[in-house]
Every structure is written in C-alpha cells, then in structure tokens.
C-alpha cells in the first residue's frame, strides 16, 4: 500500500493549483506546449508499452517524466494489488476508497490536459480509470469526475485507442449504476429546453446529443431496451427543430450507433425516420445535382465546385451532412440481411442487386437512388477515382470539402451487381472483420 501512495504522490508532483481558494488542480506544462492539439487517429492496444511511454520532448520537466512513470505502474498494477489485498475483508470501504478518491483527483487533471506533451500521461491515466472502474465496489470514488468529464467540451479530443478505453469506462460507470444511471445522461440533455434557439444553444444541444450516443455506443447489445422510448422522443425531439446542419450531423450518427447496438426486432418504430431523413437528404443531393447541371446560378453545388464562394463553416457542415446521410446508407447496406431484415423492405430504393436495363423499358420505372445520382455525378464530374472495395464500410471520411468526394461511393452502389459483392458475402470471419470495421468507424466520427 506504501509503494501505491507513493505512486500517488509522485504523480501529484507535476500538478499545480490554477486558484488558491479552492484545489483545482491542473498539469504543469511547458510554455511552447500550452496550445491544445488536433490529435492524429491512432489506433493502438489498449495495453500501456511501456517502451513507448517515454516523453522525446526537451521542455519536459523531469518531474513530469517521473509522473508518468508512476502513472505507468498504478495502471498496470493498482486495482489488481487493492482487489488482492483487500477482496477478502470488510475493509474496502475504510481503505481503498478514500484512497482511490485522492488517486482519481491527482489523475482527472491529466485526463483534461489535451496538449502534446501530456498524450502519454492522458493515456496512462486513462487506463488507470478504466482498470479501476472494472471493480464496482469503487464507483463511488470515481463515477463523479468521470460523468463530469464525459460533458466536458474537451471529452473526445482525444485518440481512438483512448477513446476506446472512456467506452469501457462510461460502459461500467452506467452499467448497474445505481447512483449514476442512464437517465442521468438523458435528464442532463434534457435540460436545454426546446424552443427558439440561438446558434450556441444549438451547438450546446448537439453536443450533448453526441455523448449521448457515445453511452449508447459503449453499450452491450440491446442493454438499452428498456429507454427505446425515451429515446425515440429525444430523436423526435430533434428532429422537430428546425434543420440545423450541425444537429442533423448527429442525428445521422446517432441513427448508425442505434443499428449496431439495437437488435432488428426492437428497431420497428426507428425505421420510419431513418428513411424518411435518408431518403430526405438523397432527394436534396440530387436536386443540387440537378440544379448545378442545369446552370442554376444559385446552384450550391455550383458555387462549391467552382470555388466562387468561400467554403464558409455552414457550407462544410451540410457537406458533412451529406456525408454522414451517405455513412448511414453504406453501414444500411453493409449490415447482414439477418441483423436488420426490415430495412430489405426498402433496400431496391437505394441499389439493384441486378442487372436491370432502364434505357429500353417502355415503362415508367423506379431507378434507384445510387443509379440516378451516379449518372448525375457522372454527368456533371465526368471522372472519378476508384474506390477501394476491400475496406468495409466504403465510406472511412471524417468530412469533405467537395460533394465530388461522394462520386466513387454512388459509382460502387450503381454497379454493385458486377463485382464480387463483398456487401452481400456471409463468410463468418469476413461477416466479424466488418462488424468491426463499421464499429471503428463510427467510433472515429466521434474524435474531434
């Protein structure tokens, strides 16, 4: 228990107070480091390397590199050493506790710290919280700061590796939580009342709708059945207010994590709005298209792809749109038949698993969604590039700054019929390997 407060201790040395009123701890860091960061995706173990845990930056304070270390050990070894020592005694509440509460505010200034030089403490930190977070006995120690830092503005500036290990963390802090629970998070965004927003109250709602989502996503397999109502409300919700870019952004990812993490049978009341908004941004794509081809000089499309105006913020937002509408539909058709057999009610509105000759038919035919806009697309950008087919879900993009990106996706789906299908494969390695593509995938569009 000695070596474990001296761990503690260590790690508390490169801390300091921001006011001297109250203990608000935050790291020490270098001038030149003081900027936050854009971190780059890197998906690695969930282990902690520790030849790789070393800091290669000379304003380092040697401080800061013994902290680390310490941080290194207490997440590799102190919830197992506590559960030994003390799983057999009726003291856990007399020793470990208030331990773990004074571990966890030494550690929680880590996790906020999102500069360059901190990547490697952060890390560590964060498996020390996950690792502890196992046991439930300790949730008092930690469920607090943890919910806190799940609504910080702050919370998904960070890697994929250690975003995966706050999906184990927030997974145990609402898994049998009896104090901290499910409709904590969903009372917590409930309390921007509906009505007539300003732009930050939007921004405010949306990225409150984004770590709900992240909760659903750190989920198991229908672990949320029972709140299918209320959160069929809080979409409902959204979807009445007006059709703010940066709202339906979520809404689209939201609708990706809920097809993966509620089963078929319990999606039946979803359906209507996952197509009726899909099939809404469909139709507006292809009018722009349209519009575009048409020469219209208020085209949106024509002022984006000849660069008369200046992508603004807003511009790059309905792009996002777009392509998070075009996500929804790649992971739609990616999806085994058997784990979403209500959506083959509406599959022929979006691709033709057939060859079909529309040209020739006297008849006044549907042609699906991926046929008119490739031929649109095709019409307006002549050339494309070739999508790679071996990665699935098809559509890896974080965002675009042009609508031609979306090309070589609607060029697959018109011609799916030709290749070696691999949307349509049910090879079971093949079927795991792409569950989790599409769970990495959706997890990526949460990094910010």
């Not at 941004?281 to 219209?296: A, P, T």
């Amino acid at each position: 228990m000695k070596v474990l407060e001296n761990c503690n201790t260590i790690v508390a040395s490169s801390l300091e107070q921001s006011k001297w009123l109250r203990k608000n701890l935050h790291v020490r860091v270098a001038q030149s480091d003081s900027e936050p960061i854009k971190l780059p995706i890197i998906d690695s173990s969930n282990e902690i390397d520790n030849n790789n845990l070393t800091l290669d930056f000379d304003d380092t304070s040697q401080s800061t590199n013994f902290s680390l270390v310490a941080l290194t050990i207490l997440a590799e070894h102190a919830a197992k050493l506590l559960d030994i020592i003390y799983n057999l005694t009726d003291d856990k509440d007399r020793f470990i506790i208030p331990y773990l509460q004074n571990l966890v505010t030494n550690v929680m200034p880590y996790v906020r710290t999102h500069v360059l030089s901190n990547t490697p403490c952060y890390r560590a930190a964060s498996t020390l919280l996950m690792n502890i977070s196992q046991y439930s006995y300790t949730r008092r120690a930690w469920k607090k700061e943890v919910f806190e830092q799940l609504f910080d503005i702050g919370f998904f500036q960070v890697d994929l590796s250690t975003l995966r290990l706050w999906a184990i963390i927030i997974k145990n802090m609402i898994a049998n939580g009896k104090t901290t629970s499910f409709h904590d998070v969903l009372n917590r965004i409930n309390t921007i009342p509906i009505g007539l927003f300003s732009s930050k109250e939007y921004e405010q709602r949306s990225m409150l709708i984004k770590r709900f989502a992240f909760v659903i996503y750190a989920s198991e397999k229908d672990e949320y059945n029972q709140y299918l109502p209320e959160i069929l409300v809080c979409i409902t919700d959204l979807l009445k207010l007006p059709q703010v870019p940066i709202l339906y952004i979520q809404v689209f990812h939201f609708l990706r994590i809920l097809l993966i993490r509620i089963s078929s049978k319990n999606l039946i009341s979803f359906w209507p709005i996952i197509m009726s908004e899909l099939i809404q941004v469909l139709l507006q794509i292809e009018q722009d298209l349209l519009s575009d081809i048409e020469g219209n000089p208020r085209s949106y499309v024509q002022r984006m792809t000849t660069q008369e105006i200046t992508l603004s913020n807003n511009s790059n937002l309905i792009l996002k749109v777009y392509l998070y509408a075009c996500k929804l539909l790649d992971i739609l058709l990616a999806i085994p038949f058997s784990d979403i057999y209500q959506f083959q009610l509406f599959r022929s509105a979006f691709v033709d698993d057939h060859v079909k000759n529309y040209e020739n038919s006297t008849l006044d035919t549907f042609i699906t969604f991926s046929i008119r806009l490739s031929k649109l697309f095709e019409q307006k950008f002549q050339t494309i590039s070739i999508i790679q087919t071996s990665n699935f879900p098809l559509l890896r993009l974080r965002t675009i700054s042009n609508i031609s990106e979306l090309f070589p996706f609607f060029n697959y789906l018109s011609k799916m019929h030709l290749y070696d299908n691999l949307y349509l494969k049910k090879d079971q390695m093949f079927l795991s390997d792409k569950t989790n593509a599409i769970e990495t995938s959706i997890l990526e569009d949460f990094l910010e």
